[in-house]
């Protein structure tokens, strides 16, 4: 059975510290993947997806980036943290061409 | 672009009773897919259930199910006999066929009451 996991779980960082949110697929080969972020009290935004290695689509231009370095890994990342970065991030999995995504556990990242 | 609206942002309804969530979407495509995700307290995105545009019969899952009305683009999710575990917020999502991303509703936050 395929699973999804994220680390870490929870993350204090300071403003202007660097970031790395890693999300790894097991069970299932050539997934496309997703990063969203859920602000507290408030719906999913997505930040970016990938329908394979090294291809990454941006859907929100900001401070973020998201890598791919193999097929079931997707990075997300910043260099310099703002306040407004502080959120519940979510990665998710689907099966190329099937639409329902699967979701890992999520981080919940504080910036101070 | 496609939206996806939720109009309740919170609910509540007593144990072992019936609830409907409403959402509504638009888009000008014919064919596409809609979901019900549900978000306990863990916040952990569950899928409840999944609805093919092309497909007339509504989709259930246990005491889950939808009423989807393609004219109205309209897609609602009733939940029967209401367990305290059913206490989340539930979104709405929509996508298109193939690999487009979801787009997600704002959730509507339902508390059952014992």
């Known amino acids: 059975s395929q699973t999804i996991h994220q680390w870490p779980a929870t993350l204090v960082q300071p403003v202007g510290s660097p970031l790395s949110l890693e999300c790894t697929v097991e069970g299932t080969s050539n997934p496309n993947l997703y990063w969203y972020r859920q602000a507290a009290g408030r719906g999913l935004q997505l930040l970016f997806y990938?329908?394979?290695?090294?291809?990454i689509s941006s859907e929100v231009p900001q401070n973020l980036s998201a890598s791919r370095p193999q097929d079931r890994q997707f990075i997300l990342s910043s260099k310099k943290l703002l306040l407004s970065d502080s959120g519940f991030y979510l990665c998710?999995?689907?099966?190329?061409?099937?639409?329902?995504?699967?979701f890992g556990p999520g981080t919940r990242l504080t910036v101070l | 672009a496609q939206t996806v609206t939720q109009s309740q942002p919170e609910m509540s309804v007593q144990e072992a009773e019936t609830v409907t969530l409403s959402c509504t979407y638009d888009t000008s495509e014919s064919n596409y897919y809609l979901f019900w995700y549900k978000q306990p307290p863990s916040r952990q995105m569950i899928l409840v259930i999944r609805q093919e545009a092309y497909k007339q019969q509504n989709a259930t899952e246990n005491r889950f199910s939808v009423n989807f009305q393609k004219a109205a683009k309209s897609f609602s999710l009733k939940i029967s006999d209401s367990q305290l575990g059913d206490t989340a917020m539930y979104f709405c999502a929509f996508s298109n066929s193939g690999n487009t991303p979801l787009v997600f509703g704002k959730g509507t936050r339902l508390s059952v009451i014992a």
């Open positions: 990938s329908v394979g290695i090294g291809q």
């Open positions: 998710a999995w689907s099966v190329p061409g099937r639409n329902e995504q699967f």
